[in-house]
């Protein structure tokens, strides 16, 4: 599996009121419930503010495999999504890990 960073920008202001409506009150399960049910793409996390844009780091087998679950999530109809593969993906839970490979 590959490690993605997405950047994903609203259409329009009114796109982003949708998409904060939609998910307003919800819980993270539900987010991750809806974009993990599958094993070849899974978003791992997300980081969103109040700015037409946000992030999220993917592991898929490939960039089309993101773009597709989040098609069949009409996520496509709210955001445009630039996906880059990261060549190295480390954490603090693994300080051996080799940082560039």
């Known amino acids: 599996m590959k ?3 997405c950047t994903h ?3 329009s202001e009114e796109t982003k009121k949708i998409f904060f409506k939609a ?4 819980k993270s399960r539900d ?5 993990n049910d599958e094993d070849n793409v899974q978003c791992m996390s997300t980081w969103i503010g109040e700015q ?5 780091h993917w592991v898929a087998e490939s960039e089309d495999l993101i ?15 630039l996906a880059q593969e990261m060549k ?6 693994e300080p051996d890990k080799d940082f560039i490979t």
């Open 88 to 93: 190295s993906f480390i954490t603090y839970t």
């Open 31 to 35: 987010w991750f419930n809806a974009t």
């Open 9 to 11: 920008t609203f259409h």
């Open 67 to 81: 773009h597709k679950k989040l098609e069949d999530l009409k996520g496509d109809k709210l955001f445009y999504t």
């Open 52 to 56: 037409d844009f946000w992030f999220c």
């Open 3 to 5: 490690h993605f960073m």
């Open 23 to 26: 998910h307003f009150g919800k």
